[in-house]
């Protein structure tokens, strides 16, 4: 059974994720950077995001909104990115958690702009295939 104090913790870290990160930082700078654009906010399924407020937040702040829970297999974060830290830090076995934790943050350091750039572009075409498979199974060359 969760504390009080595990509770209290939770609704801050909730608090903190809405007034700090996407009302301090995400939303000035999407608006900055699309600004008159139409532009999708997408977020992974992490519990924090999936939190009620957080989702009731997202859906009145941002002019379109994906939650992770809508679309995790066509999410970039889980078809490319996970893909590239599997390959370069799962190549051979890890001693401990704390290695693998440590050697996927420096991977993910080494992500390139340009191989974000490639995973973004790639997205629409990913979108369409899928849409012609009806959501089902499809492959990409």
Same mark, same amino acid.
Request: proline fraction near 5%; glycine fraction near 4%; charged fraction near 25%.
């Given at each position: 059974?969760?504390?009080?104090?595990?509770?209290?913790?939770?609704?801050?870290?909730?608090?903190?994720?809405?007034?700090?990160?996407?009302? @301090?930082?995400?939303?000035?700078?999407?608006?900055?950077?699309?600004?008159?654009?139409?532009?999708?906010?997408?977020?992974?399924?992490?519990?924090?995001?999936?939190?009620?407020?957080?989702?009731?937040?997202?859906?009145?702040?941002?002019?379109?909104?994906?939650?992770?829970?809508?679309?995790?297999?066509?999410?970039?974060?889980?078809?490319?990115?996970?893909?590239?830290?599997?390959?370069?830090?799962?190549?051979?076995?890890?001693?401990?958690?704390?290695?693998?934790?440590?050697?996927?943050?420096?991977?993910?350091?080494?992500?390139?702009?340009?191989?974000?750039?490639?995973?973004?572009?790639?997205?629409?075409? @990913?979108?369409?295939?899928?849409?012609?498979?009806?959501?089902?199974?499809?492959?990409?060359?």
């Amino acid at each position: 059974m969760a504390s009080q104090r595990d509770s209290i913790a939770c609704c801050n870290s909730l608090l903190w994720l809405v007034n700090v990160i996407l009302q @301090r930082v995400v939303k000035p700078w999407a608006e900055s950077h699309f600004g008159r654009r139409v532009w999708i906010f997408q977020q992974d399924s992490a519990p924090a995001h999936k939190a009620k407020e957080v989702q009731d937040w997202c859906k009145a702040n941002f002019p379109g909104f994906i939650s992770g829970q809508e679309c995790p297999p066509y999410s970039p974060m889980n078809y490319s990115v996970w893909s590239i830290l599997e390959s370069r830090d799962c190549a051979k076995p890890h001693k401990s958690l704390e290695s693998l934790r440590h050697s996927l943050t420096r991977e993910w350091d080494l992500i390139t702009l340009k191989e974000v750039r490639a995973i973004c572009e790639n997205f629409s075409s @990913r979108l369409r295939l899928c849409i012609k498979a009806k959501g089902g199974h499809f492959e990409t060359s």
